[in-house]
């Protein structure tokens, strides 16, 4: 049995949804269907934010109400193991808050429970559009195998941003070799993450091979000490206090970039056509999948918006099979039911205009 499948979905004034609910009867493949603008993505969304997350769209979440609805939503899920959890966001708040059982929780606790990672449209050009979004999408991977790890990133944002406020200020010295401090050893325990996740997806990796690149990750590479690389990228930090237009001109973890080499093809990803692309991605799902479970006995939950995009019916077919394979429950979208009609095990949901209907269980 999966510790993290849900067994069922309710969502209220969330984006176009006013109230609706979906029972998976504890399937593996959930599989929305329904016209553009029905809300078929708003649903994935909804799953995306139980995992503490800000979601697979990253939108604020005053953002993320119905627009006609008062201004806040819910969400509430319970899984399987009959763990309840649930995300409320109310007018007014500044954040949202979770809960765990009917009891408080922070929204840490949430990826504990429920491990969500997810393929949008956007990631279709993942290795062809900017080093921001590609970082963004390897540190989500790595926070889902490893929940500290978004603490980590987060943390060294601030602490960016506080540097860079301090520069503008003309802040003393003392202040900036303490912000510098923190740096270095955030920056160095950030690194550290993405290089231990990236050589452990690579043993399930069997088509493709992941690399990271960056400053502080090629020292640790090399072999050099995690303290000697502290100490060295303080010391480049404190030679390096200028702003030019108000930005930083600075390197580290918060610069890096990774890559993707298909070995079937013998080419980097970004070289292959769209279609390749989205296979490369879906391999690395499925390794990242097993290298959760193995290390943690967990499953994880995975969602497919536009599942089907750039992949032909035999691809499609293959990706459902190896995601089965896996044991993990696939939330995905399209428009047509008959494109998924060869998908076993399966919960299929209409969506129309905000409302959820006709529920229909494919075994």
């Given at each position: 049995?999966?510790?993290?499948?849900?067994?069922?979905?309710?969502?209220?004034?969330?984006?176009?949804?006013?109230?609706?609910?979906?029972?998976?009867?504890?399937?593996?493949?959930?599989?929305?269907?329904?016209?553009?603008?029905?809300?078929?993505?708003?649903?994935?969304?909804?799953?995306?934010?139980?995992?503490?997350?800000?979601?697979?769209?990253?939108?604020?979440?005053?953002?993320?109400?119905?627009?006609?609805?008062?201004?806040?939503?819910?969400?509430?899920?319970?899984?399987?193991?009959?763990?309840?959890?649930?995300?409320?966001?109310?007018?007014?708040?500044?954040?949202?808050?979770?809960?765990?059982?009917?009891?408080?929780?922070?929204?840490?606790?949430?990826?504990?429970?429920?491990?969500?990672?997810?393929?949008?449209?956007?990631?279709?050009?993942?290795?062809v559009d900017s080093?921001?979004?590609?970082?963004?999408?390897?540190?989500?991977?790595?926070?889902?195998?490893?929940?500290?790890?978004?603490?980590?990133?987060a943390k060294l944002?601030?602490?960016?941003?506080?540097?860079?406020?301090?520069?503008?200020?003309?802040?003393?010295?003392?202040?900036?070799?303490?912000?510098?401090?923190?740096?270095?050893?955030?920056?160095?325990?950030?690194?550290?993450?993405?290089?231990?996740?990236?050589?452990?997806?690579?043993?399930?990796?069997?088509?493709?091979?992941?690399?990271?690149?960056?400053?502080?990750?090629?020292?640790?590479?090399?072999?050099?000490?995690?303290?000697?690389?502290?100490?060295?990228?303080?010391?480049?930090?404190?030679?390096n206090r200028l702003?030019?237009?108000?930005?930083?001109?600075?390197?580290?973890?918060?610069?890096?970039?990774?890559?993707?080499?298909?070995?079937?093809?013998?080419?980097?990803?970004?070289?292959?056509?769209?279609?390749?692309?989205?296979?490369?991605?879906?391999?690395?799902?499925?390794?990242?999948?097993?290298?959760?479970?193995?290390?943690?006995?967990?499953?994880?939950?995975?969602?497919?918006?536009?599942?089907?995009?750039?992949?032909?019916?035999?691809?499609?077919?293959?990706?459902?099979?190896?995601?089965?394979?896996?044991?993990?429950?696939?939330?995905?979208?399209?428009?047509?039911?008959?494109?998924?009609?060869?998908?076993?095990?399966?919960?299929?949901?209409?969506?129309?205009?905000?409302?959820?209907?006709?529920?229909?269980?494919?075994?």
């Amino acid at each position: 049995m999966l510790k993290s499948m849900i067994k069922s979905l309710s969502i209220t004034n969330f984006r176009n949804h006013e109230c609706g609910r979906i029972t998976t009867y504890e399937k593996n493949n959930i599989i929305i269907v329904g016209p553009n603008g029905a809300g078929k993505t708003a649903i994935l969304e909804a799953v995306s934010v139980l995992s503490g997350d800000r979601g697979m769209r990253g939108a604020a979440m005053n953002e993320l109400a119905r627009f006609d609805g008062n201004g806040g939503f819910s969400i509430f899920a319970e899984l399987n193991n009959e763990t309840q959890i649930a995300i409320q966001y109310n007018p007014g708040d500044t954040n949202r808050r979770a809960k765990i059982d009917g009891d408080n929780a922070p929204l840490s606790e949430l990826a504990r429970n429920i491990r969500v990672i997810w393929i949008t449209p956007k990631e279709d050009r993942l290795f062809v559009d900017s080093v921001s979004d590609r970082r963004a999408f390897f540190d989500r991977l790595a926070t889902s195998f490893d929940a500290s790890h978004a603490g980590r990133t987060a943390k060294l944002s601030k602490l960016m941003s506080e540097r860079a406020g301090a520069l503008k200020n003309n802040a003393d010295t003392h202040w900036l070799d303490a912000i510098d401090t923190q740096i270095a050893g955030t920056a160095v325990a950030v690194a550290d993450a993405r290089i231990k996740y990236a050589s452990e997806l690579n043993y399930f990796l069997s088509r493709c091979a992941i690399s990271v690149s960056g400053m502080l990750e090629q020292m640790l590479i090399d072999g050099m000490s995690a303290g000697d690389i502290e100490r060295k990228y303080l010391q480049y930090l404190r030679e390096n206090r200028l702003l030019v237009g108000d930005k930083m001109i600075l390197d580290g973890p918060h610069k890096s970039d990774f890559g993707i080499f298909n070995q079937k093809l013998n080419l980097p990803a970004h070289l292959t056509s769209t279609g390749q692309q989205k296979t490369v991605l879906i391999d690395l799902i499925l390794a990242h999948a097993k290298l959760v479970h193995a290390k943690t006995n967990q499953q994880i939950i995975i969602l497919l918006d536009e599942a089907a995009a750039h992949l032909d019916e035999n691809a499609r077919n293959k990706m459902f099979e190896e995601l089965g394979a896996v044991n993990a429950q696939v939330w995905a979208t399209g428009l047509e039911k008959d494109t998924f009609s060869n998908i076993k095990n399966a919960v299929f949901v209409t969506c129309h205009n905000g409302q959820i209907s006709n529920i229909l269980v494919a075994e």
